[in-house]
């Protein structure tokens, strides 16, 4: 079973940037599309970014232009580079495979971005 854990969140100011990282274990890393998603108090975990195994990419409308994600395999690590922080990315940041079966979700890492 792969276990996740994300880190890299904090606090930030508007137009601010923060690198989040996801250290995977298990070997099947590599071999599966992973993505970002973020759940915001009251709302629905939503889709933030994804990388297919070959790096293909995709992104949530509201994060074009603004967050780069990227996978390092030999590492077994997704990384999620956001810039130009808005106080609506505010959020508990996860990461976990593209599509279902979800792994088991880890514990998340906070954004906070103030205005």
């Known amino acids: 079973q792969v276990q996740l854990v994300e880190s890299g969140g904090g606090l930030v100011q508007a137009g601010g940037s923060l690198r989040l990282s996801c250290a995977a274990s298990g070997s099947t890393f590599r071999f599966n599309s992973i993505a970002w998603y973020r759940q915001a108090p009251g709302n629905q975990r939503e889709l933030v970014a994804g990388i297919s195994s070959s790096g293909s990419t995709n992104y949530a409308d509201s994060v074009k232009g603004r967050f780069t994600i990227s996978r390092d395999n030999a590492k077994k690590t997704l990384y999620l580079q956001m810039n130009s922080l808005k106080p609506e990315d505010t959020a508990l940041y996860y990461c976990?495979?593209?599509?279902?079966?979800?792994?088991?979700w880890g514990q998340g890492t906070q954004v906070t971005v103030s205005s």
């Open positions: 976990n495979r593209g599509a279902t079966p979800y792994y088991s």
